[in-house]
């Protein structure tokens, strides 16, 4: 699976971006995808994923104002990102995994492959 994220930029304070992941490969719809981010000097972070079954999860500080979701036609998964913050700037990256779990996968190990990153840069 190849993975290509893009729609990353620069967006002010409480400003929107849509991130879109679109996946190679003809069993999209089987996978569960993750969006991570990355910030300069930190370790990546869980920010969302979605399950094959459509279920979301959020991290806590993206929660309310994040959505993630998945069109299986198109390969596409899409992380819309409203009321930006700042503290929101970071490379954001989308990963697949192959496990059929429906539960919350919030661990990088958790993910099978990856996406290249898109950089968000948030101006206060």
């Known amino acids: 699976v190849q993975l290509q994220a893009s729609g990353g930029g620069l967006a002010q304070a409480g400003g929107s971006l849509r991130l879109s992941c679109v996946a190679s490969g003809r069993t999209f719809g089987n996978y569960n995808m993750g969006w991570f981010r990355q910030a300069p000097g930190k370790e990546r972070e869980f920010a969302g994923h979605i399950t094959w079954g459509h279920s979301t999860y959020y991290a806590d500080s993206v929660k309310g104002r994040f959505t993630i979701s998945r069109d299986n036609a198109k390969n596409t998964v899409y992380l819309q990102m409203n009321r930006l913050k700042p503290e929101d700037t970071a490379v954001y990256y989308c990963?697949?995994?192959?496990?059929?779990?429906?539960?919350?996968?919030?661990?990088?190990?958790?993910?099978?492959?990856w996406g290249q990153g898109t950089q968000v840069t948030v101006s206060s």
């Open positions: 990963a697949a995994s192959n496990s059929l779990r429906l539960g919350s996968m919030t661990r990088v190990g958790d993910y099978d492959y």
